[in-house]
Every structure is written in C-alpha cells, then in structure tokens.
C-alpha cells in the first residue's frame, strides 16, 4: 500500500491528483484501488516505488491527455477549465507534461505542499491563486512570480476525464469514499457523488480573479451515508 499523504480531499486539486495517479496506475496496466483515509488517500495493490515508477514510465512514454480531455458543448468550457484571457488550459498541460520530474511526483504525493514551484495556475488550488491585491503595489496577478505545485497540478489534470466532465457552473461538488474501488468504481461514485461508499461530500464555490476562475477553499457537506445531489 502506498498513503499520499501530500494529497488532501478538502485540496480539489488534492483530490483530483489522486484520481490522476489511479488513471495512469490503470493506463499503465496495474491492478490497483484506491481509497480514503479520512482525508488522505492510499493505493492498494502497490508501493510506493511501483507507484512512483508507474508515474515516470508513463512520461516517458508520453502522456496523452491532451487527446483525452473533456469536450464542452458548442464551445462552452467543461467544468474544471476555468481558464480565460492568456492563460490556455492546454498550453498549461503541455507545459507541465514537458517539465515535470521524478523529484517533483515525490514531493507532490510524500510532503505537505509547499506551493513553490513556477508553474502557471489552472484554479484549482486556492492557496496558489495570486490575487492582485496581494502583489506589491496592488500589480495584476501575472506580474509577481507563479506559485504552485507542478505535480499536483499535473496529476490533477490527469483525471480531468473523470471530473471534469460536464458543464462549467457556480459550484463544484466532490466526494471520497472509504472502500477500496478500482478506476471503474472510481468514475461512478465521482459521477454520483454519493457519500454511500463511507465518504465525505465537499463543495466550492467557484470565484473569479480577473478573467480566469479559481475554486474558493472547500466546504464539507456531508460526513455519513447521504447522497450529494
């Protein structure tokens, strides 16, 4: 077994990685499941060095998520593109396809997230939004150096077939779930988001910086067996 104890489920970023890590762990040919320990996750079916190893093979074969991901409906963006103006969510992906490394997964998936790498935000971390009130001299947001976690970030977008299907609305809603399901199982209880599988449901509400959308910190909605309309 292997506990990410850098990724949180009240982190939507955090918790999206962890779906990327299954994704590839089932792309890569690996029987595996996962599941929530409160509010860390642990794959099942493999260590650490397997997971971490499965994630750098993958690389280096090369990702194909930008092939993958979600469509909108004539035009519209899906739900976790919250991008807008300069910042493209491709151009992001490919960037961080082309950047990341072994080191950067580990710190990513082992260690508190420290939010210090240059990478471009998608939104989907709070805490690595700039907000041009908080840049020197009141400057817009792209003037001060990029913070967030490469592979966090990465991952996260890794799952983006699995979450962020489906219109771009106020809210976005999550679940975890406590049972150890495979990528199958995975896909249909985030569709649902019912807490029926031991977990919590978590919702943010989706603010705006400029042009670009972020997810505002999380609220937890349910910790017992209800559903999450």
Known sequence: MFEMQGLRAENTQGWMAAIGVISILDRMGMDVQIAWNNTCPTIHGADENQVIGALEEYLKQGSDILDRLPKGINGDKTALDLTAGRVSLTGVIESMINTVNRVNIVEALTQVWKNQDNITTLGWDSVSVKFAA????????DSSPHRGVLAGQWLAAESLPITGVGPRTRKYKWVTWSVPLDLGGVRAVVQST????????????VGRNGKMGYLEPALTMSNHNTSGG
């Open 194 to 205: 019912s807490t029926d599988w031991g977990g919590t449901l978590y919702i943010a509400n």
């Open 134 to 141: 908080s840049v020197g001299g009141n400057k817009a947001p």
